[in-house]
């Protein structure tokens, strides 16, 4: 069973930055795509930004492009979301998840194990 814990969250101003971790427990991390996903109140989950196994390739929704970075450490077993420039409409609650395969998608259907979900809300 694999396990994802992500501390991280929190409350920022409207143009500031926060950074989300996510740990992953297990051996088998660096084989896996992981993807970032949120949900705000009374929507649905959406995909935010996603990563290949070595790190080598990212993938981001229009909406983050250029203020949002992922990245992972496979030594610490770790998957991160810089996330910059913040709007209001970033407030959600963001999820860390494990893909199926090597290769990231979109869809919340390729992936198999979730973290419980962290705030992140942004003031205007």
Not at 32 to 50: D, H, I, S
């Amino acid at each position: 069973q694999v396990q994802l814990v992500e501390p991280g969250g929190g409350l920022v101003q409207a143009g500031g930055s926060l950074r989300l971790s996510c740990a992953a427990s297990g051996r088998t991390f660096g084989l896996y795509a992981m993807g970032w996903f949120r949900q705000a109140p009374g929507k649905e989950r959406e995909f935010v930004a996603a990563i290949n196994w070595s790190g080598g390739k990212t993938y981001y929704a229009d909406s983050v492009k250029g203020r949002f970075t992922i990245s992972r450490d496979n030594a610490k077993n770790t998957v991160y979301l810089q996330m910059n420039s913040l709007k209001p409409e970033d407030t959600a609650v963001y999820y860390c998840a494990r893909g199926k395969g090597m290769v990231p998608t979109m869809s919340t259907y390729e992936y198999d194990y979730w973290g419980q979900g962290t705030q992140v809300t942004v003031s205007s």
